[in-house]
Structure formats: structure tokens, C-alpha cells
């Protein structure tokens, strides 16, 4: 392969800025990934530091395929938080020190290629539409439980979005005005009451009151070692309370997405995110019986639920996908 | 006018089958009405009664308006219930008697023109997109509570459907597990905490304990005359009781369309009804509070809350508005 051929701007970057790390993968222009990187946070308290970030992983991946940043097509930023898809600032994104930040026009001046920003939820949701377990559905809404509970939706082939951004911000449904206080300042969301830190406060008194021995041994009862993977080894170890405390918190989390379900009709509900991955069988189960239950029937019966197929990958595809589709207009 | 001129085929017919009326309107091609005509339902029990109500209407605003059929480019209907709008069928419609009526295919059949069929709530929300209160926005979220509570949705200048047809059942979202028992089947819907009849249910019951002198005096105190008017007219009277009724169920179904607006992020969401017909300033101070208080913050900020502009003819305008676009096609 000439060095031409091999630098055709054919290629795409997608990147995945997660709650803990960052994620960046390189593609051709079938979607294969060619490279890809992945790396936890530093301490980052400044918009430059973020940006080097990012800068460093898309060198990385370009290093990874032996290929140069001219033969990249376009590059899609997922991101978490509110922001301005169509001028492309991120309003706040804590974990990287940014507030009110340029980031479209910042990555187009760095790297001299179209680039186009998506919440991460909704890139993670639109990856599993183009590749997933939600492919080619007239209407996907995607729910991802984890640290927080994240939704997103593609519709009719497009992510459904909000004035300036993002939309389904179904963690942030409140299910009980005198609930637990959850992050966004509020009382009673679904995310404070069915999130994986809600799940793991409940599972640590449990720990520490005698009633999950495994859990116990594995991480001490601390919550900021009850992973959802370690809540699914006690649960598999034999941790009947944990079960209980899992099951329950899908049960409520099942009942938001009924509700969810009888107000946008999708054809398919694609869950995802560390607790299902974690534990796809008690959240299939759970929240396909919810929905069954406590939807609209008509809209119940339409509906299928399905774990995501592409873990963590959701993402950088989804981002990719974005901005070849913005690259091709 | 020539009658070659006035019989061009340039005017469409709305019709809207409500829960106790069928409404019909003729407009020319700028949807300005020429003649509209409302009827209450006799008692039919078969799908021939049905039709021929249809079609007497439809003669009528034909009469009115001094046109021929032929002058008809396309009929819009709203119709209750779920349907399959592509195929034309309607699912049911129990006040028509109706189970399974292919009304679009023996609409066409029966009147040679273009036929569309939509649910009613979302006609009426189509009109308000179209002509009202919702002019034009981005993403229009219509919300109906009367004896029923109806959502409907415009997005990006398309209604909002599900699989075979509606969606937006607002008020068929659960609110309560072990709430009372809803028209639909289940409990605890909101429609059953803040559609008419429960409103009325609880009026009457403070009516009877002599606590709604005013409502008792107009009504005496029975759940079938305990309309939105007369519920409007206690209120005005000095009811407080019954305000604080209303003023409640206003609250909680200001908490479901929180829940919405935290969803589909609607940059307006206009309501009507009869119950907001008869007490728009109640329901637009209650639940633009709620929405304030209880949606996720910078879903809030953005969206508008207005009242319906259209009134009754909002279903007309919209079905017939929606046929007109089918035709232009």
C-alpha cells in the first residue's frame, strides 16, 4: 500500500471520555478498529491538561495503525454532561477541569479535521443502533446503569436530542420527592436510589451488619471497592442479600423505564453500562417484567429488551459513526 | 367563480371522533374554515353506524360550505385509541362501537380522496404545532387532561409515533403501584389521580360532606354533572375545598410531565383539555412549578409551558393539517 493510499482521509477517531478514563479508537471507514487506547485519569484541574489529554491518546492510536492525522476523515468526541452539540462546547465536564469549553473548535484548530461532539450516553446508544444489539431499530432507547444511570435515544435513524444537546436523562427521573439525595442536588432520582454508589451504600451495611459474608471478604464492606463486579461475584458466591439489594434496585429502575417506555414506544430497550454488564441475567429479567407489568399494553407488547453487545466499545463506535455520518453530508 | 375553479381540488376536511362528539371542518388550502360542524354521539354499536355518522358530517360540511366532494383533496381524522395510522385501522374505539375498522381504506372507498388517520390527541397536538400555542417549535409536547389525559408530540416538525401508530400515553403512567384502579386496567395511573372523574369523584365526595356548598347547589354533588365547568365555577364561587382538589391532581400530574420534560426535552409544552379549558390559570401556575422543581435543571430552563390556543378546533386543524402535508407530498 502506497503512503497515498494509506493516508486517504478515510479514516475515523472516536472518543470516549468516561466518568474515570478516557477512551480513543482508530477505524477505517467500515468501522473496523484499527488501533485503539484506553487510560484512567490523572488530576487534571485546567482545560490545557485535558485537551493534551486527548491529544496524547489520538497520537497514541495514530502511532497503534502506523497511520498519520491526514488520513483522518473526522473525529467524534462522546462527553459527558450538558452541552452544545451544534457549537460544540462542553458546558461542564468536572472530571477534566472544563467548564464552558470549546471543545469542537479546539480539536478542529489542533488537528485540522471535521469533528462533531455527543453526549457519551447517547454515543454509547447510537454505537449499539449502528452496530449492537440495537441495529437498525426505528427506535432505540438506550438505559446504562452504573455509577450514574445515563439514557439515550435513537430515533428513525437519528439521535433524539434536546434544544442544545442531549435529552433522556432518565437517571434523573424522580421517583420519591422525600427520597435520597442524588448527585444533581435533588431528592429521590432513580439514580440515587437504583445508581451502583446506592447500590453499594446499601450493600456495605449489609456487609457490615453480618449478612454478606463474601462481600465482606472480597472488599472489606468499603463502597468505594464494591464494584459491580465484586456485587456480582458476592451475589454468585452465595450473597442472598446482595441479590435482594440488586434485584430491588433493578425492580424501581425497571419501573422509571416503564414509564419511559409508554411515552416514546421504542421497538428496542438496550441496556447497558457496568451494573448490567455486570449482572445482565437479574437486569434482563427485572426490567422486562417491569416493563410488561407497568407500561401501556399495547406499547409493552412492541417493545423487545436486550443486553448491549459492544461493552465498552459502544462508545468510540458510536462516536465514529457520528462523524462519518456528518462527514458524508 | 366558475364551479370548475371552486371545485378544484385544493380543500381538505378535518374530523376529530372525541370521546363523546365527532367534530368535522372544511378549510381551504390555507386553512382558513369554511364550515365545521359538531355532533354528540348516538348510541351505535356497530361499524355501519359509525360510518354513516362520518359521512353525514362530511355531507354537511360540504352543504355548509356550498363544494362538492370533488373539490376535496384529502380527509384527516383523529380518532381515540390505538391504531395502526399506516394501514389506516383502528384497534377500538368503544363510543363507535368500533373494533378493527379499516377506516382509511372505507374512507377513501367511500369519498375518492386522499385519507390520513392519526390518534386524536396527537392531531390536536399537531394542530397547535401548526396554527397554536406551539407554533412552530422544535419539539412540541402536547398534554390533554380532561375525562381522559392525552400526550402528544411534535418533533422537528413530525409527530412523535410509535411502531404501528401513537405513543405519548402520559396518562397511563404509573404513579402509584397500589393507587386506584384505572380505566385502562391497572393502578395507579395518573389519569386516575388527575383525569376528570377522579377530580370529580373527590368533589363529590367533599360536595356530600358539605364541604363544597357552591359545587353541591349546582350539581348536587353527582360525579356525571360534576363537569370542568362546574368544577370551575365552584372554584370561582369560593370553593376552597375543591381549588385545593384540583390544585393537587394539577401537582401531580405537573410531576409526570416533569418526568417528560427530563425525557423528550420539549421546548414547549402546551396544555389543553377540558379540565385546562375551564381553569387555564391553575394548571399553567401548578405545573409550570413543577416542572421548575422537579425536572433535570438545564432541561427546565428551556422549555416554555403555555396553554392550548386552539380550543376544540385544535383536532380539526391538525388532521386536516396532516393530511394536507400526505397530499403535497
Chains 1, 2 share one sequence.
Not at 479514516?11 to 477505517?28: E, Q, T, V
Not at 473526522?74 to 464552558?100: H, Q, S, T, Y
Not at 439514557?151 to 435529552?167: A, P
Not at 446506592?198 to 463502597?223: H, N
Amino acid at each position: 500500500m502506497s503512503d497515498k493510499v494509506k493516508n486517504k482521509k478515510e479514516n475515523f477517531i472516536g472518543i470516549d471520555i468516561g466518568g474515570s478514563k478516557i477512551m480513543a479508537a482508530l477505524f477505517n471507514n467500515e468501522f473496523k478498529i484499527l488501533s485503539t487506547k484506553r487510560e484512567k485519569f490523572k488530576e487534571r484541574t485546567n482545560i490545557t491538561g485535558g485537551i493534551e489529554f486527548i491529544k496524547k491518546l489520538v497520537s497514541e492510536v495514530l502511532v497503534g495503525a502506523n497511520l498519520k492525522i491526514d488520513s483522518i476523515c473526522g473525529i467524534g468526541v462522546g462527553c459527558p454532561g450538558p452541552l452544545d452539540i451544534d457549537k460544540g462546547l462542553v458546558f461542564e465536564a468536572p472530571n477534566l477541569g472544563w467548564k464552558n469549553v470549546p471543545l469542537k473548535e479546539i480539536l478542529t484548530r489542533e488537528f485540522g479535521c471535521q469533528v462533531r461532539i455527543a453526549n457519551d450516553v447517547d454515543a454509547g446508544t447510537f454505537g449499539e443502533y449502528r452496530f449492537g444489539a440495537g441495529k437498525d431499530a426505528r427506535c432505540v432507547l438506550g438505559v446504562f446503569p452504573g455509577t450514574g444511570i445515563g439514557g439515550g435515544c435513537v430515533y428513525e435513524g437519528k439521535l433524539f436530542r434536546g434544544k442544545t444537546g442531549s435529552c433522556m436523562e432518565i437517571g434523573h427521573i424522580q421517583v420519591q420527592k422525600d427520597g435520597p439525595l442524588c448527585g444533581c442536588g435533588k431528592h429521590g432520582c432513580i439514580e440515587a436510589f437504583a445508581g451502583r454508589l446506592a447500590i453499594a451504600a446499601a450493600a456495605s451495611v449489609a456487609a457490615f451488619r453480618g449478612q454478606a459474608p463474601y462481600l465482606m471478604e472480597d472488599t472489606g464492606g468499603e463502597i468505594a471497592k464494591i464494584r459491580s463486579k465484586s456485587i456480582a461475584r458476592a451475589i454468585s458466591a452465595g450473597d442472598t442479600v446482595i441479590e435482594h439489594i440488586v434485584r430491588d434496585s433493578a425492580k424501581k429502575l425497571g419501573s422509571v423505564i416503564a414509564s419511559v417506555v409508554s411515552t416514546i414506544a421504542p421497538d428496542i430497550v438496550v441496556l447497558g453500562g457496568g451494573l448490567v454488564e455486570a449482572m445482565p441475567a437479574i437486569y434482563l429479567k427485572e426490567i422486562s417484567a417491569a416493563i410488561k407489568e407497568e407500561a401501556v399494553e399495547f406499547l409493552a407488547t412492541d417493545v423487545k429488551v436486550a443486553v448491549a453487545k459492544l461493552g465498552d466499545e459502544a462508545g468510540v463506535l458510536g462516536a465514529a459513526a457520528l462523524i462519518a455520518e456528518e462527514a458524508a453530508k
